[in-house]
């Protein structure tokens, strides 16, 4: 074997690696999130945990540049779903079994360390200044919040996004989802030979 067919090789195992641990049904959706280098923040911790698909909804901000140098690339192993709006951004994800938590300082908002991350789940996550729309949080099955005990109550959207895909990462680790392939066969070799383009 030459040194290109054992790198081809190696690079193949590796992506057969990661795809094999990818979750399907742990889903990120940003809501018009503004600044470009906090979804590529967000999008490098998908790929971190295992998440397939961040779905974009940009209703009022542009859509944001995401570069090679910001994300790391990180764009490059996620499924990106462009959505119009929130109702067919929530369909999508509904028809995928999906249960859709949306992130808030609400009141009627449940702690994340109490929800059960292992089942099919969208996490929302909103703007910068604004927080997720009222819309988003009316039509989510529920909101959810990050306990804090400091005196901002406050966190960055990257940083709060990191916090809640860990939890998810945690309990879907001690539940052995990572221990075998999560996609159909069919859908695994499709992603497969289009990563191994790439």
């Given at each position: 074997?030459?040194?290109?067919?054992?790198?081809t090789a190696q690079r193949?195992?590796?992506?057969?690696?990661?795809?094999?641990?990818?979750?399907?049904?742990?889903?990120?959706?940003?809501?018009?999130?503004?600044?470009?280098?906090?979804?590529?923040?967000?999008?490098r911790t998908c790929d971190a945990v295992g998440v397939l698909e961040v779905h974009l909804v940009y209703t009022v901000e542009p859509f944001p540049e995401i570069s090679h140098r910001t994300s790391a690339s990180a764009y490059k192993w996620l499924l990106l779903r462009r959505h119009r709006d929130i109702p067919s951004c929530y369909a999508a994800l509904r028809a995928g079994g999906c249960r859709i938590w949306a992130t808030a300082l609400t009141p009627e908002a449940h702690n994340v360390y109490l929800l059960d991350l292992t089942q099919p789940v969208a996490i929302v996550f909103g703007n910068e200044h604004r927080g997720v729309s009222p819309e988003a949080r009316q039509l989510a099955d529920g909101a959810c919040f990050i306990p804090q005990v400091g005196m901002v109550q406050s966190l960055n959207i990257s940083v709060a996004c990191a916090v809640i895909l860990y939890e998810a990462f945690r309990q879907r680790w001690q539940a052995g989802l990572y221990e075998r392939p999560r996609l159909q066969p069919e859908r695994f070799e499709q992603l497969l030979w289009e990563w191994l383009q790439r």
């Open positions: 074997m030459t040194l290109a067919q054992e790198r193949r195992q590796k992506l057969i690696s990661v795809l094999s641990r990818r979750q399907p049904d742990l889903v990120v959706v940003l809501e018009n999130v503004h600044d470009p280098h906090n979804v590529s923040a967000v999008l």
